[in-house]
């Protein structure tokens, strides 16, 4: 959905390296998530917001971080990336407790 | 624990034909239920939801979902497949009671043939 954009499509980089991953979405929604998929297990929320002053941890949280820069805004951060990392992440957005609208994602590879 | 299950890892049907990709629930309390696309290199992208009333959903592409209380199940039909709608389809759940959150299965691929 071109609404909600990521930065960058692909990213290879090395353990122990710090990464940020950035979202921006066009559609005024109020919600942010990040997402993980790996193959076979679905998508896993790390972590969610409802607004710039509200970010809570998903399930799968542990070595990641996020920031709530703007309402438009929802970035996160590998503070040092491992290889078991490696995987598909997607930013999704929706308007209150409604259907999500995910962007492209980004192909995270670390070595 | 709420959840969604898709017990097929891939779906074969030929064009032409009609498809169906399974799902099943397990929630407490009234579902709210959702089927998305991923198409290669792609986000995910909304299908249908089931949230209250008749338990035929359409939504786009020509897909419906048949929502059946007793057999907790919501499954995705399309009465004649594409070539064009082999991709990857998942199925979600939002759970939850003050932040409603989804919980995805782990996906069907289909796959139609010419």
């Known amino acids: 959905d071109a609404d909600v954009t990521q930065t960058p499509r692909n990213r290879i980089t090395k353990t122990g390296k710090r990464i940020m991953l950035e979202c921006s979405q066009t559609k005024g929604h109020d919600r942010m998530y990040w997402y993980r998929q790996d193959p076979g297990l679905g998508l896993r929320l790390i972590y969610y917001?409802?607004?710039?002053?509200?970010?809570n941890k998903g399930e799968i949280s542990d070595g990641y971080s996020v920031s709530r820069q703007a309402q438009a805004k929802f970035s996160l951060s590998l503070e040092s990336a491992i290889p078991n990392q490696t995987a598909l992440y997607f930013c999704?957005?929706?308007?209150?407790?409604?259907?999500?609208?995910f962007g492209p994602g980004t192909r995270l590879t670390v070595l | 624990a709420q959840s969604v299950a898709q017990p097929e890892d891939q779906v074969n049907v030929a064009e032409g034909n009609p498809l169906t990709v399974k799902c099943t629930y397990s929630v407490s309390g009234n579902p709210y239920l959702f089927w998305y696309v991923q198409y290669p290199n792609r986000g995910l992208q909304f299908l249908l939801k089931y949230i209250t009333g008749d338990n035929l959903v359409k939504g786009s592409y020509g897909f419906e979902a048949e929502f059946n209380k007793s057999q907790t199940s919501f499954h995705l039909k399309k009465p004649s497949a594409l070539v064009s709608d082999s991709a990857l389809y998942f199925c979600a759940v939002r759970v939850g009671g003050g932040f409603q959150k989804l919980v995805f299965g782990t996906g069907t691929r289909l796959l139609v043939s010419p």
């Open positions: 917001s409802f607004d710039v002053k509200d970010i």
């Open positions: 999704a957005t929706s308007a209150g407790a409604n259907e999500q609208f």
